[in-house]
T-cell receptor, first 116, second 113 residues
Framework: GAGVSQTPSNKVTEKGKYVELRCDPISGHTALYWYRQSLGQGPEFLIYFQGTGAADDSGLPNDRFFAVRPEGSVSTLKIQRTERGDSAVYLC??????????????FGPGTRLTVL | KQEVTQIPAALSVPEGENLVLNCSFTDSAIYNLQWFRQDPGKGLTSLLLIQSSQREQTSGRLNASLDKSSGRSTLYIAASQPGDSATYLCAVREMDSSYKLIFGSGTRLLVRP
């Protein structure tokens, strides 16, 4: 597709359940990023992939959060034992590469996660 | 730790007004600063990107300035229109982790017809 796509657009789950959020980056983009945006706040960095490997996962809040990108394209953010505090919009972005300051990140529409 | 602050948090103006949104950051060791627009339920749209060596960037009715030494940027919107209503976010890219954007909390703008 022309832009970054994310599925689902909305996800409602119950506390304690497992969820997966999917991101399809722009074709040919090797770098992929996940951010989390809580209500009334700006996005916060979670994790960044260069190719298949997680180059920096320092933003993941705890070990309930995990992300993969097995073939260097689509990425899945996985959250185990969801808590009400995980409710937020999860944004994915991609860029051609990551090493240059000139590489612009293009954002998807986000997945709104609500944990009841 | 880099902190990005945006003032005001919300702004309501009548159509046609010129307005200024403010962004400040605590560590001046940045590669660049970027302004985004976010519409409800949608992702972020990049408006302007200013490299650290630049002082300003212009696109149509938008003008963004950067004063790296004082840790400030402004986004100037001329002749505002109702279609400009959105949340405006600024983000910096630091030199020691240039892949990561650090965002402010945004300014919610409402332009009244």
């Amino acid at each position: 597709g022309a832009g970054v796509s994310q599925t689902p657009s909305n996800k409602v789950t119950e506390k304690g359940k497992y969820v997966e959020l999917r991101c399809d980056p722009i074709s040919g983009h090797t770098a992929l990023y996940w951010y989390r945006q809580s209500l009334g706040q700006g996005p916060e960095f979670l994790i960044y992939f260069q190719g298949t490997g997680a180059a920096d996962d320092s933003g993941l809040p705890n070990d309930r959060f995990f992300a993969v990108r097995p073939e260097g394209s689509v990425s899945t953010l996985k959250i185990q034992r969801t808590e009400r505090g995980d409710s937020a919009v999860y944004l994915c972005a991609s860029s051609l590469t990551a090493g240059s300051r000139y590489n612009e990140q293009f954002f998807g529409p986000g997945t709104r996660l609500t944990v009841l | 730790k880099q902190e990005v602050t945006q003032i005001p948090a919300a702004l309501s103006v009548p159509e046609g007004e010129n307005l200024v949104l403010n962004c400040s950051f605590t560590d001046s060791a940045i590669y660049n600063l970027q302004w985004f627009r976010q519409d409800p339920g949608k992702g972020l749209t990049s408006l302007l990107l200013i490299q650290s060596s630049q002082r300003e960037q212009t696109s149509g009715r938008l003008n963004a300035s950067l004063d790296k030494s004082s840790g400030r940027s402004t986004l100037y919107i001329a002749a505002s229109q109702p279609g400009d209503s959105a949340t405006y976010l600024c983000a910096v890219r630091e030199m020691d982790s240039s892949y990561k954007l650090i965002f402010g909390s945004g300014t919610r703008l409402l332009v009244r017809p």
